[in-house]
């Protein structure tokens, strides 16, 4: 996709955005509702006709603005929506076929249960779909996608209607069978962890636009711009001016990543970045960093601190520490931090975060539409 622009009425849904999908590659398309993700999908899948840009399936154009565009089924892509929009009347196996009706009946056949067979739902071959699961209609749907062997795959929030645990199961079977078959796939979903699990590359989108694009590790480790941090999980927001290459925060100082001396910077910090150690108990807890509060969830433990600075500075942060780590309310607590997770931008014009506001101001203010 080249150059696409798309609107509904006043509303621009997509502005300038190029998009590449090579063979074999799982691009996701990443970004919270509203942003444009799905109107690509359908301008690549021919559901939007082409209003500015051009689209190209091996170097042939399949549409641009000003021009007839090939229809949907012409495209050779294959299309997984969130319902799985199986056909009731037909037996699973049918479904499968039903868009393979130019081949011989033995060959369609056998086509079909290879793919039921690499997605565990052979032995449903015979049934109709109301009595599968919705994850087994999933799975059906994938392979009835993939049954004419399309050049791209478009799936559009596929995962999203099933349970946790279920979801976590099917992406990895659909991800294994989608590098097996070898077509570019052009993934859309909301959840960070989805995207950075399945795709080899993710463009995040805000409003409309690509923020960035490249692989999981570019995104969260080399972010470009503060929604990109916030997008990929919460963080710890401060506020400093730099001052000697560096911004002064209750953490000590951070490098201000070239930011000028004298300009305004924000400080992003993850809470995994924050690794905290309990000191003995002495004198007043409340004059060192200290526990306000400890939660266990599962995997890791979210610590509430009050973390105080040598130069009299105070922030309300929070950290992740993996396993079992509750300490008790008060505990005095050494704080650590790895650079690697601590993220500098000059202050957004206009933002709270980048004038004393809450963390949760600043989240609000990042996901925003029009922040």
Same mark, same amino acid.
């Given at each position: 996709?080249?150059h696409?622009? +798309?609107?509904?009425?006043?509303?621009?849904?997509?502005?300038?955005?190029?998009?590449?999908?090579?063979?074999?590659?799982?691009?996701?398309?990443?970004?919270?509702?509203?942003?444009?993700?799905?109107?690509?999908?359908?301008?690549?899948?021919? $559901?939007?006709?082409?209003q500015?840009?051009?689209?190209?399936?091996?170097? +042939?154009?399949?549409?641009?603005?000003g021009h007839r565009?090939?229809?949907?089924?012409?495209r050779?892509?294959? /299309?997984?929506?969130?319902?799985? *929009?199986?056909?009731? +009347?037909?037996?699973?196996?049918?479904?499968?076929?039903?868009?393979?009706?130019?081949q011989?009946?033995?060959?369609?056949?056998?086509?079909?249960?290879?793919?039921?067979?690499?997605?565990?739902?052979?032995?449903?071959?015979?049934?109709?779909?109301?009595t599968?699961s919705?994850?087994?209609?999933?799975?059906?749907?994938?392979?009835?996608?993939?049954?004419?062997?399309?050049?791209?795959?478009l $799936?559009?929030?596929?995962?999203?209607? /099933?349970?946790?645990? /279920?979801?976590?199961?099917?992406?990895?079977?659909?991800l294994?069978?989608?590098k097996? *078959?070898?077509?570019?796939?052009?993934?859309?979903?909301?959840?960070?962890?989805?995207?950075?699990?399945?795709?080899?590359r993710?463009?995040?989108?805000?409003?409309?636009r690509?923020?960035?694009?490249?692989?999981?590790?570019?995104?969260?480790?080399?972010?470009r711009?503060?929604?990109?941090v916030?997008?990929?999980?919460?963080?710890?927001? /401060?506020?400093?001016?730099?001052?000697?290459?560096?911004?002064?925060?209750?953490?000590?100082?951070?490098?201000?990543?070239?930011?000028?001396?004298?300009?305004?910077?924000?400080?992003?910090i993850?809470?995994?970045?924050?690794?905290?150690?309990? $000191?003995?108990e002495?004198?007043?807890? +409340?004059?060192?960093?200290?526990?306000?509060?400890a939660?266990?969830?599962?995997?890791?433990? $979210?610590?509430?601190i009050?973390?105080?600075?040598q130069?009299?500075?105070?922030?309300?942060?929070?950290?992740?520490?993996?396993?079992?780590?509750?300490? *008790?309310e008060?505990?005095?607590?050494?704080?650590?931090?790895?650079?690697?997770?601590?993220?500098?931008f000059?202050?957004?014009?206009?933002?709270?975060?980048?004038h004393?506001?809450?963390?949760?101001?600043?989240?609000?203010?990042?996901?925003?539409?029009?922040?």
């Amino acid at each position: 996709m080249q150059h696409i622009h +798309h609107r509904y009425g006043k509303l621009e849904a997509v502005h300038d955005v190029s998009l590449d999908v090579h063979s074999g590659e799982v691009v996701c398309l990443l970004g919270p509702s509203g942003c444009g993700k799905t109107t690509l999908l359908r301008i690549a899948a021919g $559901l939007e006709d082409v209003q500015q840009g051009s689209v190209a399936i091996n170097d +042939h154009s399949v549409a641009a603005s000003g021009h007839r565009s090939l229809p949907p089924e012409k495209r050779n892509v294959g /299309l997984a929506f969130q319902d799985s *929009a199986l056909f009731p +009347h037909l037996r699973v196996i049918e479904n499968v076929t039903f868009g393979i009706k130019s081949q011989p009946s033995g060959q369609r056949r056998q086509r079909a249960l290879d793919l039921l067979e690499q997605l565990g739902m052979a032995r449903y071959a015979n049934a109709y779909p109301h009595t599968l699961s919705g994850g087994q209609q999933q799975r059906v749907a994938l392979a009835r996608a993939l049954a004419p062997e399309p050049q791209v795959m478009l $799936l559009d929030e596929p995962f999203s209607s /099933l349970d946790a645990r /279920l979801r976590d199961r099917i992406r990895d079977d659909t991800l294994h069978v989608l590098k097996r *078959a070898g077509a570019g796939t052009l993934l859309v979903t909301h959840d960070p962890e989805e995207a950075m699990f399945m795709a080899d590359r993710i463009a995040l989108m805000k409003a409309g636009r690509v923020v960035q694009i490249g692989t999981p590790r570019e995104l969260y480790c080399y972010p470009r711009d503060p929604f990109v941090v916030t997008f990929f999980g919460d963080v710890n927001e /401060l506020s400093g001016r730099v001052q000697g290459g560096g911004v002064q925060t209750p953490l000590g100082p951070v490098d201000a990543g070239g930011l000028p001396d004298g300009a305004c910077a924000q400080v992003l910090i993850r809470p995994e970045a924050l690794h905290v150690a309990e $000191l003995p108990e002495s004198g007043t807890s +409340h004059r060192y960093s200290h526990v306000i509060m400890a939660k266990l969830l599962g995997r890791t433990s $979210l610590l509430h601190i009050c973390a105080h600075g040598q130069t009299g500075q105070e922030a309300h942060l929070h950290a992740r520490v993996p396993g079992v780590f509750l300490p *008790a309310e008060g505990q005095p607590i050494s704080i650590r931090l790895d650079p690697s997770q601590v993220f500098v931008f000059p202050a957004a014009t206009g933002a709270r975060a980048a004038h004393g506001g809450t963390q949760e101001d600043y989240r609000e203010y990042a996901h925003s539409d029009d922040g």
